[in-house]
């Protein structure tokens, strides 16, 4: 199984700031990687596909990039309602898997 | 608009079986796969398996196999996840959540979960 981990796994921040999650892979799986928001409660939603592609409907300041092993989501300047845990998962075999999770938190 | 609705919270005994159901409207319903995952209490996302409602192909995860089924019902638009010999870790939230029809890739849209506790 390739195993996927998210660093930090969790980190404060201030409205405004800007946020990068880090999701590394065990192995290469090109830019087979989505990530999604969860709140608590809540289902998760499908933010980036395929490393990079936007999702319909998502706000333009989340950006994904990355390919291989390594993968950045970049929140370009936080708002109130992107505090949140975030989770990348690969889609390059089956089992298909996620990170750990990072939590946002308000500073 | 595209909606997954999932049936209600279930409490079963250990040993016992449960079936979740997820009702999908708002689109063409076999032009799509459906994956079920699962999060336990606290804990992060864990990916169960994927059938295609096209053509009823599945792809299960190791850890389950041989516990778990998944099947659609193309006249309801309706997927079922089936998991039997039920352990007090089975305890989580169930999504079901719309990927494509070809493969398990990613889940665009999700049900709102349903909440399965295994207990004595």
């Known amino acids: 199984d390739i195993q996927m981990t998210q660093s930090p796994s969790s980190l404060s921040a201030s409205v405004g700031d800007r946020v990068t999650v880090t999701c590394r892979a065990s192995?290469?799986?090109?830019?087979?990687l989505n990530w999604y928001q969860q709140k608590p409660g809540k289902a998760p939603k499908l933010l980036i596909f395929?490393?990079?592609s936007l999702q319909s409907g998502v706000p333009s300041r989340f950006s994904g990039s990355g390919s291989g092993t390594e993968f950045t989501l970049t929140i370009s300047s936080l708002q109130p309602e992107d505090f949140a845990t975030y989770y990348c998962?690969?889609?390059?075999?089956?089992?298909?898997?996620f990170g750990g999770g990072t939590k946002v938190e308000i500073k | 608009q595209v909606q997954l609705v999932q049936s209600g919270a279930e409490v079963k005994k250990p040993g016992a079986s449960v079936k979740v159901s997820c009702e999908a409207s708002?689109?063409?319903?076999?032009?799509?796969?459906i994956s079920w995952v699962r999060q336990a209490p606290g804990q992060g996302l864990e990916w169960m398996g994927w059938i295609s409602a096209y053509n009823g192909n599945t792809k299960y995860a190791q850890k389950l196999q041989g516990r778990v089924t998944m099947t659609t019902d193309t006249s309801t638009s309706t997927a079922y996840m089936e998991l039997r010999s039920l352990r007090s870790d089975d305890t989580a939230v169930y999504y079901c959540a719309r990927d494509i029809a070809a493969a398990a890739l990613k889940f665009d849209y999700w049900g709102q979960g349903t909440l399965v506790t295994v207990s004595s």
């Open positions: 395929a490393a990079s």
């Open positions: 998962q690969q889609s390059y075999s089956t089992p298909l898997t």
């Open positions: 708002g689109y063409i319903f076999n032009k799509y796969g």
């Open positions: 192995q290469s799986i090109s830019s087979y």
